[in-house]
C-alpha cells in the first residue's frame, strides 16, 4: 500500500469556514479530491508545516501497516491548489 501524504494551500473563497494556511493529509488515493480515502487531515499555518506533518503522519500509518504484516511506502504530494470540493466542508471523519 501506498500512503499519500498530500499538502495543499486552503482556497478560502472555496472553503470561507476554514481560516487561511495549509491542509495535510494521508490518503490512500493518488486522488487528492477523493476525500472517501483520507485517513487523516488537519491545518498548519505555513507550507512547510503542512508538509512535515503530512509526511510524519504517513510515514506513522505505512509503519503501522508494515507492522500488521503489509508492505507500504510514503509519496508526497505537495500541490499548489486546493484540491478539496467545498461539499468537503460538511465531512467528518468517521461520520
Same mark, same amino acid.
Given at each position: 500500500?501506498?500512503?499519500?501524504?498530500?499538502?495543499?494551500?486552503?482556497?478560502?473563497?472555496?472553503?470561507?469556514?476554514?481560516?487561511?494556511?495549509?491542509?495535510?493529509?494521508?490518503?490512500?488515493?493518488? *486522488?487528492? $479530491?477523493?476525500?472517501? &480515502?483520507?485517513?487523516?487531515?488537519?491545518? +498548519?499555518?505555513?507550507?512547510? /508545516?503542512? =508538509?512535515?506533518? #503530512? *509526511?510524519? $503522519?504517513?510515514?506513522? &500509518?505505512?509503519?503501522?501497516?508494515?507492522? +500488521?504484516?503489509?508492505?507500504? /511506502?510514503? =509519496?508526497?504530494? #505537495?500541490?499548489?491548489?486546493?484540491?478539496?470540493?467545498?461539499?468537503?466542508?460538511?465531512?467528518?471523519?468517521?461520520?
Amino acid at each position: 500500500m501506498i500512503f499519500q501524504a498530500v499538502s495543499n494551500p486552503i482556497d478560502t473563497d472555496l472553503h470561507p469556514t476554514v481560516p487561511p494556511g495549509y491542509r495535510w493529509a494521508v490518503s490512500t488515493n493518488e *486522488d487528492p $479530491s477523493d476525500v472517501s &480515502a483520507c485517513l487523516g487531515a488537519g491545518w +498548519a499555518p505555513d507550507e512547510s /508545516s503542512a =508538509a512535515w506533518i #503530512a *509526511d510524519q $503522519s504517513a510515514t506513522i &500509518a505505512a509503519s503501522a501497516y508494515r507492522m +500488521a504484516g503489509g508492505t507500504a /511506502s510514503v =509519496a508526497m504530494q #505537495a500541490l499548489d491548489y486546493d484540491p478539496i470540493p467545498a461539499e468537503a466542508d460538511e465531512l467528518s471523519i468517521g461520520a
